[in-house]
Nanobody, 123 residues
Framework: QVQLVESGGGLVQAGGSLRLSCAAS????????MGWFRQAPGKEREFVAA????????SYADSVKGRFTISRDNAKNTVSLQMNSLKPEDTAVYYC????????????????WGLGTQVTVSS
C-alpha cells in the first residue's frame, strides 16, 4: 500500500505559479505510476497529468499542456506538479494518485488517493 499527502496549494493571482508536491509512504513508490487530478466545485474530477513509474513518460490534459510539468523523485518518494501561467479556471482541489498497474489518464485506474490540496487562482 501507499499513502499520499499533498502540499503546496494556496491562493495565487492569474499568471502566477505554484508547485504542488505529493509525499508518498512505502518502500515500493518507484513501482507506481502517478497522476494528478483536480476537481472544481460542481464538476467531475478530471485528469491533469500522469508520469510513468520510471519517469520515462508523461501525459497532460490539453487544458494544462505547456503550462504544467509533472516530475518525480523516486529516491525521495515524491511527485511534483509545477504550475505556471495559472488561470482562474485552474481553481480546484488537486489530488495526487497512485496506480499499481496501469499508466492511465483515467481516475478509475488509480488505487490510492491523497486528501487533496486547494488551489485558488484569482483574476
Amino acid at each position: 500500500q501507499v499513502q499520499l499527502v499533498e502540499s503546496g496549494g494556496g491562493l495565487v493571482q492569474a499568471g502566477g505559479s505554484l508547485r504542488l508536491s505529493c509525499a508518498a509512504s512505502g518502500r515500493t513508490f518507484s513501482s507506481y505510476n502517478m497522476g494528478w487530478f483536480r476537481q472544481a466545485p460542481g464538476k467531475e474530477r478530471e485528469f491533469v497529468a500522469a508520469i510513468r513509474w520510471s519517469g520515462s513518460r508523461t501525459s497532460y490534459a490539453d487544458s494544462v499542456k505547456g503550462r504544467f510539468t509533472i516530475s518525480r523523485d523516486n529516491a525521495k518518494n515524491t511527485v511534483s506538479l509545477q504550475m505556471n501561467s495559472l488561470k482562474p479556471e485552474d481553481t480546484a482541489v488537486y489530488y495526487c494518485a497512485a496506480s499499481g498497474f496501469w499508466y492511465s489518464i483515467s481516475a478509475a485506474d488509480y488505487n490510492y488517493w491523497g486528501l487533496g490540496t486547494q488551489v485558488t487562482v484569482s483574476s
